[in-house]
């Protein structure tokens, strides 16, 4: 089961290459392209994990604000 | 797709023909590969310019440098890094006859297609979809050879003459006689080359002062005939038939372009398949055309004679018209008959004008004899006369093949363009990682193919083209439908929207008798 997971994992990676065209690049520039790729795909799920639920709460008060308009009591 | 008829009285059998657009991500991801090559085409240019890098480019002298330069245009940069690196899946040497299965030199690069160097191995039996042999006829079995052995005994290789001076055979008179039989018109006439007969003998027949009108996807050989003559060349889309009468309208009602005068000659440039495509020309629409707006049509058979029609005569039979209807017929014998050369037939007239005007006449050397004669024994067999069946038995043969393997392939979801009858079966490929990777996984394999990019095809159409042929058996048809099977999942190639099923179960009966 082990191996079907390895050998999955594999034809993923296999996909990867073939569609960005690195599959035809020397090893090198496959290094150097990995590199970019993973920084750039790390960066993005960072801000998505950093912005995006600060982003939605304030939207969502700000939705609720003109609907529902009751302002908080104090008491 | 069915492609609904114009004049629907037009056509005796039904004309379908694919040309499926793929989803929009796999346009979307084919640019972002070349994008991403492009990128590093630039960057290895740069490091080569700069001294970072020392490989044997082509690149101007040093005293050169401040000249217009050489290499900069597109076509450059693509072969130089783009092409380069899948380079190994073209040129490759085979040291055995192209029939049905033949043998490749093993030849392995040390420095990322740079050099390569033989191993000195061969690899035996890959089963061959790339060579034009639709009938089969490339054969070495001595007993149908013998009338060649015979011949090259009597006359040797060498003609050493063009057709004007001393290099018109007896074998070439019998030949040209044995062609105007076969085709069913008045007289025809043969050259050594292929090409040469489209590029030399275009500019014979038309000059300046004349309209060529020529489809959009010609083979070269028509566009150089075309452009060395010096007429004006109007194209219209390819197959497109309202396209062609809109330019045809066009031409009479406007003349030419500044003097407002008729033109001297409007000629129609078609080809009966193209090779790129494996479409088939609407040949009854387009003479219904030249009819009624007084053009002349000329027809390069040169992968429908032999393929087509139901005695291999070409389109001309497939589509149960007569010869009379098609001013020149051109084709080759490169493809349907295993030797080399091509021919022109029509009426006695223009053969008789060719025979004195034609470049290739004059000047070029005539075909050799042994090839003559292995043209004139294969005509034979397809025509019955060497009291055989076994010419009609290889055009049935090669139309069984064609319907198969083409029914088989949409049923597996692959893309693939053309008309249900063609023996030529191009499978998109679309993006540039694939193209080097399906063509090396194939070979791994044993099944040589064809994969071919972009200065042939669009830029966003890569394709892998098969050539069908009368020789292949079933089982090397159903090892190389498996084998694609197998590879088109693993390199996910099925695009299709439109398959009708996925795998069709062939044995489910015995299936469920051991489920008791």
Request: net charge neutral; hydrophobic share 40%.
């Amino acid at each position: 089961d082990v191996k079907r997971v390895k050998d999955y994992i594999y034809w993923l990676y296999y996909q990867y290459l073939l569609i960005t065209c690195s599959y035809v690049l020397e090893p090198w520039e496959q290094s150097m392209f990995h590199t970019i790729t993973v920084t750039v795909f790390a960066m993005v799920v960072y801000t998505a994990y950093v912005f995006v639920p600060i982003h939605i709460r304030l939207a969502f008060e700000f939705f609720s604000q003109i609907f529902g308009g009751q302002p908080e009591s104090t008491v | 797709q069915k492609n609904g008829v114009s004049n629907g009285t037009v056509y005796k059998k039904t004309f379908i023909e694919h040309f499926e657009q793929a989803p929009m991500y796999v346009a979307v991801l084919t640019f972002l590969g070349f994008g991403v090559g492009t990128i590093f085409g630039y960057l290895r240019d740069f490091m080569r310019a700069w001294g970072l890098e020392k490989r044997s480019v082509a690149a101007e002298r040093e005293q050169q440098k401040d000249f217009v330069p050489l290499y900069q245009d597109f076509e450059n940069f693509y072969t130089r890094n783009l092409y380069l690196r899948i380079r190994d899946n073209w040129n490759r040497p085979i040291c055995s006859v192209p029939g049905p299965q033949f043998d490749l030199m093993e030849r392995v690069t040390d420095d990322y297609n740079w050099t390569f160097r033989f191993t000195g191995r061969t690899i035996k039996n890959v089963i061959n979809m790339g060579s034009y042999n639709y009938l089969g006829f490339a054969e070495t079995d001595p007993n149908a050879l013998k009338t060649v052995g015979k011949e090259l005994q009597k006359y040797g290789t060498g003609v050493c003459s063009t057709r004007q001076e001393m290099g018109t055979l007896d074998k070439h008179v019998e030949l040209e006689n044995l062609v105007a039989k076969f085709l069913g018109v008045e007289d025809a006439m043969v050259f050594g080359m292929g090409f040469a007969t489209n590029s030399m003998n275009i500019p014979a027949l038309v000059g300046k002062g004349c309209l060529i009108l020529s489809d959009e996807l010609n083979h070269t050989s028509l566009v150089l005939g075309a452009r060395l003559s010096g007429a004006t060349i109007r194209i219209f889309k390819h197959n497109d038939m309202q396209c062609l009468e809109k330019l045809l309208r066009d031409a009479i009602i406007y003349g030419q372009p500044r003097s407002r005068r008729a033109w001297r000659k409007i000629i129609i440039l078609v080809e009966g398949i193209y090779s790129m495509e494996g479409s088939i020309v609407r040949l009854p629409e387009i003479v219904s055309l030249k009819r009624k707006y007084k053009a002349y049509l000329y027809l390069d058979e040169a992968h429908s004679i032999g393929a087509v029609g139901p005695t291999g005569r070409g389109v001309v039979e497939y589509f149960s018209m007569s010869p009379d209807d098609v001013d020149v017929l051109m084709g080759t014998f490169t493809k349907s008959f295993g030797a080399a050369g091509g021919y022109i037939a029509g009426k006695k007239d223009l053969v008789d004008f060719l025979r004195t005007h034609s470049h290739s006449a004059v000047y070029a050397t005539s075909m050799c004899p042994p090839v003559a004669e292995q043209i004139i024994r294969a005509m034979k067999c397809l025509m019955g006369l060497d009291g055989t069946t076994q010419g009609l038995q290889r055009v049935r043969q090669l139309g069984k093949n064609t319907r198969y393997f083409r029914r088989r392939l949409h049923e597996m979801g692959f893309i693939v363009y053309g008309n249900d009858d063609s023996p030529v079966v191009p499978l998109l490929l679309y993006m540039p990682g694939k193209i080097g990777a399906f063509a090396r996984r194939m070979l791994d394999k044993n099944i040589g193919v064809v994969v071919v990019g972009f200065p042939a095809t669009p830029i966003t159409e890569s394709r892998a083209r098969f050539c069908v042929s009368a020789a292949h058996t079933r089982e090397m048809l159903d090892t190389v439908l498996n084998a694609l099977d197998e590879l088109g999942d693993f390199l996910q190639l099925k695009y299709s929207r439109y398959s009708k099923s996925a795998h069709p179960e062939l044995y489910e009966e015995t299936r469920f008798e051991f489920e008791d």
